[in-house]
Nanobody, 123 residues
Framework: QVQLVESGGGLVQAGGSLRLSCSAS????????MGWFRQAPGQERESVAT????????YYANSVKGRFTISRDNTRNMVYLQMNSLRPEDTAVYFC????????????????WGQGTQVTVSS
C-alpha cells in the first residue's frame, strides 16, 4: 500500500510559476518510481514527467521540456514538480503516482495515485 498526497496547485497568470509537492507514505519511498500526470478538460490523462527510484532516469513530455523540472528527496519521501513559464494549456488536474515495478513513462505502469491538485493558468 502506498498513500500519496499532492499539494501546491492554484491559480496563476500565464508566465508564472508553481511548485507541486507529493508526499508518500506506506512503503519505502526510495524503491518507488514516481511520476506526475495531468488531465485537462476534455482531454485524456497524460504523462508529464517521471523520475526513477534513484533519480537517475528522467522523462518529460515534449510540451513541458525546458519549463518543468521533476525532482525527489528520498530522505523526506517527497517528489516535486517545478513548473515555470506556465501557459493556459497547462491548466489541468495534476496527479502524483508511483510504480513499484519497472521505470516507465506510461500511465498503465503506475498503480498508486494521489487525489490530484488543480492548476489553473489564466491568460
Amino acid at each position: 500500500q502506498v498513500q500519496l498526497v499532492e499539494s501546491g496547485g492554484g491559480l496563476v497568470q500565464a508566465g508564472g510559476s508553481l511548485r507541486l509537492s507529493c508526499s508518500a507514505s506506506g512503503r519505502t519511498f526510495s524503491s518507488l518510481h514516481m511520476g506526475w500526470f495531468r488531465q485537462a478538460p476534455g482531454q485524456e490523462r497524460e504523462s508529464v514527467a517521471t523520475i526513477s527510484s534513484g533519480g537517475s532516469r528522467l522523462y518529460y513530455a515534449n510540451s513541458v521540456k525546458g519549463r518543468f523540472t521533476i525532482s525527489r528527496d528520498n530522505t523526506r519521501n517527497m517528489v516535486y514538480l517545478q513548473m515555470n513559464s506556465l501557459r493556459p494549456e497547462d491548466t489541468a488536474v495534476y496527479f502524483c503516482a508511483s510504480s513499484g515495478a519497472i521505470y516507465s513513462s506510461l500511465i498503465r505502469n503506475y498503480d498508486y495515485w494521489g487525489q490530484g491538485t488543480q492548476v489553473t493558468v489564466s491568460s
